[in-house]
């Protein structure tokens, strides 16, 4: 029972020294109400626009088949560099029974229509050299000629093209290997080897088969709210957050801004580029998620005070600042503001370095 009595008084004298403590400090800070006191202090200070969006490469190319069939072969894997007319894809035909027999039955069609054109143009020739025929007659029979030798031409070369996917000869040449439209960075396959390939024609967009990029030429590509984009302007500064990367800050300059706005669930959204600086010793890669803080204004070495400490009066702004006596009430003094971030304001005039505010407790919502 003694050991239990010295622990109930030891804990009524720690339950007093508690609160004597917090007394002490309410008493130090405002009296016991509740109020502290915050200090003005020299710092800097950036009106800034926010811009959300990504790095992405300046142009990036979608590479994609004319000519119908499977991938047979595949010459480069995602990361490649690749120069402009590297082979990337071949592409083996697939034909169907029905588009094989087509193109033999269109072959053996136009063989006969040639040799029979063939036989009429030499047996004119013999009757015009016997003078039984007239000049334009022999020469309707000469056309007659030349447009089937041309559709036996075309019909053989549409049974190679289907059924090997080459066609070779004269001065037609059409392969089967997809090359790329420009050197850079393969950013991704779409297709492997086995995966049918549908052709880009005028009727149809086509399979994208890869994407190549230059990524030695990268810029930032995000939308800014419609709030903050008249405040900005072409060549403006810009930080930019990279979230991959949070201890490399990436620099740039805005470098256009969208003309008209777009809807994004109910948002108002202008889109913008900025330009990155040359020179930076960053690695970024495309896709990379990013902020970048617009700098419309900026100023250092001067007086800020929390922006929540200032009050309004009509057009006047006041701050509050401790009375002459320890129970004095806090008494307002005018104060001039300048440039703010939503967070801190520069105070122009009525207070110095050191001064402290008032800060009063949030109000209670009953």
Not at 139 to 159: C, F, H, K, M
Not at 225 to 231: A, F, N, P, Q, S
Not at 235 to 263: F, Y
Not at 342 to 347: D, H, M, Q, S, T
Request: aromatic residues 4%.
């Amino acid at each position: 029972m003694g050991k239990v009595m010295r622990l109930l008084a030891l804990a009524v004298v720690v339950a007093g020294a508690a609160g004597a403590i917090y007394a002490w400090v309410g008493s130090r800070d405002g009296n016991g109400s509740g109020i502290t006191l915050v200090e003005a202090e020299i710092g800097s200070i950036t009106e800034k626009a926010l811009a959300v969006g990504q790095i992405e490469p300046r142009e990036r190319f979608q590479v994609k088949s004319k000519i119908s069939g499977i991938v047979h072969r595949c010459y480069a894997e995602v990361g490649d560099q690749v120069r402009a007319g590297d082979a990337l894809f071949e592409i083996a035909p697939d034909p169907t029974p029905q588009e094989l027999l087509n193109v033999d039955h269109s072959v053996r069609s136009s063989e006969a229509s040639f040799l029979k054109a063939k036989g009429d143009f030499e047996r004119g020739q013999e009757l015009y050299t016997d003078g039984l025929m007239s000049k334009g007659d022999l020469d309707a029979l000469r056309e007659t000629y030349e447009l089937a030798r041309i559709a036996r031409q075309q019909a053989s070369d549409n049974r190679d093209l289907t059924r090997s996917g080459r066609v070779s000869g004269g001065e037609t040449e059409v392969e089967t290997i997809i090359r790329t439209p420009a050197s850079g960075t393969l950013l991704s396959r779409a297709v492997n080897v086995g995966d049918p390939v549908v052709p880009l024609t005028s009727y149809q967009p086509g399979t994208e088969l890869a994407a190549v990029a230059d990524m030695s030429d990268l810029i930032f590509k995000g939308t800014v709210d419609e709030i903050d984009v008249g405040k900005i302007t072409v060549g403006m500064p810009c930080r930019i957050k990279v979230g991959a990367l949070p201890d490399a800050p990436v620099t740039g300059r805005l470098s256009r801004i969208a003309p008209q706005a777009q809807k994004n669930e109910g948002a108002t959204l202008f889109d913008v580029e900025i330009e990155l600086d040359p020179g930076q010793d960053v690695l970024l890669r495309a896709g990379y998620s990013a902020n970048a803080d617009v700098v419309i204004r900026e100023k250092s070495d001067i007086l800020l005070i929390p922006e929540r400490l200032v009050l309004f009066e009509g057009e006047a702004t006041f701050v509050e600042v401790p009375g002459e006596g320890p129970e004095a009430e806090p008494r307002k003094v005018a104060v001039e503001l300048g440039l703010s971030d939503g967070l801190n304001v520069e105070i122009a005039s009525g207070l110095a370095a050191g001064d402290e505010v008032v800060q009063r407790p949030p109000k209670e919502i009953s």
